[in-house]
């Protein structure tokens, strides 16, 4: 019965939350366009009305009409299409890239932060990686492994793990001395428990928090090295790539830079929004101002 109880608390506190989360304009809005964009990038072979790789000369450079709603580009293809594929590939590596460099991220900090043999190595590593401009650092190491989507996410990952394993450093920090965790020591509990159970729990906000930042990064450096023709084959559809190409044809086809721009402005706002509102509300110190 405790346990049925202790479990209704938390979903009662979770959905309370949730309700408080969406009364926030913003964060309601952000997740709409957020949701929107993943139902399109999932669905992107039913909505999207041609292949983003089909080609017709025919129709090169045709403005925005019922036909193609978003025009066609130099190769006659439908920008539509190809902005709501690209979707997909944003998407991917933005979700690749928070899931590698929290793993990366999170052990280094925890680490760190629960070690104090390890602090000062680790902590002149992520100081070190910190000192490159993010963009910087991913244009090197991409151009040292080869442009693939694989390396993209590897090096995205390797550049923004540091911020993740400086925050939770500085968080365990703190953590490892509170009375609970010396009582946990004092009882024999395993070190891998304390991490995982006492440590780690405390942390998952902060973590959740600068992963919606990050999502929103990855995205935007990922169209950034697509730009500059360091991201993945130029015949996958990239919101980058697609910039990149209309540059040629600003003034005469202005649609081919205007709609994959917006969908890279819409994306990475609507991460931010909610990045924001979830900040807001997991911090008690924001919290009480709400």
């Known amino acids: 019965m405790a346990d049925i109880a202790i479990k209704s608390a938390v979903e009662g506190e979770g959905s309370k939350f949730v309700r408080r989360l969406l009364k926030r304009k913003t964060v309601a809005c952000g ?8 139902l399109l990038a999932v669905f992107a072979p039913v909505v999207a009305p041609y292949s983003p790789s089909k080609l017709s000369i025919v129709n090169r450079l045709k403005p925005p009409s019922g036909m193609f709603f978003f025009g066609t580009d130099e190769f006659g293809r439908d920008v539509f299409s190809r902005t709501i594929f690209a979707g997909r ?16 991220g999170v052990t280094l900090g925890l680490l760190a932060g629960f070690f104090q043999k390890l602090d000062t190595p680790i902590a002149r590593l992520i100081d070190a990686m910190m000192a490159f401009p993010d963009i910087l650092l991913a244009i090197a190491l991409v151009a040292a492994l080869g442009p693939s989507l694989t390396t993209v996410i590897i090096a995205l990952s390797i550049v923004y ?6 925050i939770v450093r500085a968080s365990t920090l703190v953590i490892r001395e509170l009375p609970y965790v010396e009582a ?5 509990i395993s070190t891998f428990h304390i991490m995982t159970r006492h440590v780690l729990r405390n942390l998952l906000s902060p973590i959740l928090v600068q992963a919606t930042f990050l999502f929103a990064s990855a995205m935007l450096a990922e169209a950034g090295l697509s730009f500059l ?3 993945v084959s130029p015949e996958i559809p990239t919101w980058g790539t697609m910039i990149a190409a209309g540059r040629q044809y600003i003034g005469q086809a202005d649609w081919m830079t205007l709609f994959p721009g917006i969908a890279i402005i819409l994306s990475v706002l609507s991460l931010q929004m909610v990045g924001d509102g979830l900040r807001d509300m997991l911090d008690p110190r924001l919290r009480k101002d709400l």
């Open 31 to 38: 997740l709409l366009i957020l949701t929107i964009f993943m």
């Open 89 to 104: 590939l944003s998407l991917l590596v933005g979700v690749a890239v928070v899931t590698l460099s929290a793993v990366i």
């Open 161 to 166: 793990a540091p911020r993740l394993a400086r």
């Open 184 to 188: 946990a020591r004092a009882l024999g």
């Open 229 to 231: 023709g360091l991201g």
